[in-house]
T-cell receptor, first 112, second 112 residues
Framework: QKEVEQNSGPLSVPEGAIASLNCTYS??????FFWYRQYSGKSPELIMF????GDKEDGRFTAQLNKASQYVSLLIRDSQPSDSATYLC????????????FGTGTRLTIIP | DTEVTQTPKHLVMGMTNKKSLKCEQH?????MYWYKQKAKKPPELMFV???????INESVPSRFSPECPNSSLLNLHLHALQPEDSALYLC???????????FGPGTRLLVL
């Protein structure tokens, strides 16, 4: 059974610091990896996706993928109070319209 | 434009009612999804449509009936729901060749 695990938190980070969110997955066949941000009462919003080993940067966000160790992480630089949300890691097999397996999410709180 | 719209935003219904949720996207995506999300849980896949055909049904009770009238529209017909069906219902869409899913704002359903 495919599993995706995240530390549920809450993770508290001072404003301006780097927030580091981690995700591990069990299926070695996984090929696509996504980070969604979800504010309380709202729907998930896609932040990043990554397919290849290494780092992918987009503004203040960096996704890191290590397929050998089966983990994917999200770094948020210069954390802002508006980054306070639940971050969902999702993993797919990249066959197209396959279902994504979601982690339970990490609740991040940025402390002003 | 990465917008998926859903109506209504909120819905209250009795256990004997029949209602429908609607989802629309104009991104040219040919895969559309229904998810159910309970509080503090990740989204749970219900149905996947690919090229307007049902491709995945995650053993959802028959009181939920999906319909995809065309490539832009997805409906979820509700009948004889139970209070435990109260949740946030999310629609998402993607290209069939990709797994990057974009979520709509959701419909918050309360069954009395």
């Amino acid at each position: 059974q495919k599993e995706v695990e995240q530390n549920s938190g809450p993770l508290s980070v001072p404003e301006g610091a780097i927030a580091s969110l981690n995700c591990t997955y069990s299926d070695r066949g996984s090929q696509s990896f996504f980070w969604y941000r979800q504010y309380s009462g709202k729907s998930p919003e896609l932040i990043m996706f990554i397919y290849s080993n290494g780092d992918k940067e987009d503004g203040r966000f960096t996704a890191q993928l290590n397929k050998a160790s089966q983990y994917v992480s999200l770094l948020i630089r210069d954390s802002q109070p508006s980054d306070s949300a639940t971050y969902l890691c999702a993993v797919g097999l990249n066959f197209g319209n396959e279902k994504l397996t979601f982690g339970t999410g990490t609740r991040l709180t940025i402390i002003p | 434009d990465t917008e998926v719209t859903q109506t209504p935003k909120h819905l209250v219904m009795g256990m004997t009612n029949k209602k429908s949720l609607k989802c629309e996207q104009h991104m040219g995506h040919r895969a559309m999804y229904w998810y159910k999300q309970k509080a503090k849980k990740p989204p749970e896949l219900m149905f996947v449509y690919s090229y307007e055909k049902l491709s995945i049904n995650e053993s959802v009770p028959s009181r939920f009936s999906p319909e995809c009238p065309n490539s832009s529209l997805l409906n979820l017909h509700l009948h004889a729901l139970q209070p435990e069906d109260s949740a946030l219902y999310l629609c998402a869409s993607s290209q069939v060749s990709e797994e990057t899913q974009y979520f709509g704002p959701g419909t918050r359903l309360l069954v009395l």
